[in-house]
């Protein structure tokens, strides 16, 4: 079991930069990749960036990059989005999500979300 609590969504202008965090705790030595995921109204939850916690490799779908950086602080075991050069169409619901293997199965986590809005 992992809980993860997200924070840092807000509103911003166009053009803007936001930061979001995401604290994990219980079973983090299990956990295999942590990933930031967005969901705007009406459409499907997408992956935005993927981060291996083993090695460190990480990828972006193409809209975000060169503007987002993942970044993952072991000890603190926080997750976190730099997302500057905000646009219009990057406002979404942002969900952290931990995909943990168990030696048996791989398993599926997600925080509450965090809402980005970004104005024109």
């Known amino acids: 079991q992992v809980d993860l609590a997200e924070s840092g969504g807000g509103l911003v202008q166009a053009g803007g930069s936001l930061r979001l965090s995401c604290a994990a705790s219980g079973m983090v030595s299990s956990i295999n990749t942590m990933a930031w995921y967005r969901q705007a109204p009406g459409k499907q939850r997408d992956l935005v960036a993927r981060i291996f916690v083993g090695g460190g490799s990480t990828n972006y779908t193409g809209s975000v990059k060169g503007r987002f950086t993942i970044s993952r602080d072991g000890p603190k075991n926080t997750l976190y989005l730099q997302m500057n050069s905000l646009k219009p169409e990057d406002t979404a619901v942002y969900y952290c999500?931990?995909?943990?293997?168990?030696?048996?199965?791989?398993?599926?986590?997600w925080g509450q979300g965090t809402q980005v809005t970004v104005s024109s």
């Open positions: 999500h931990a995909e943990l293997y168990t030696g048996v199965r791989f398993q599926d986590y």
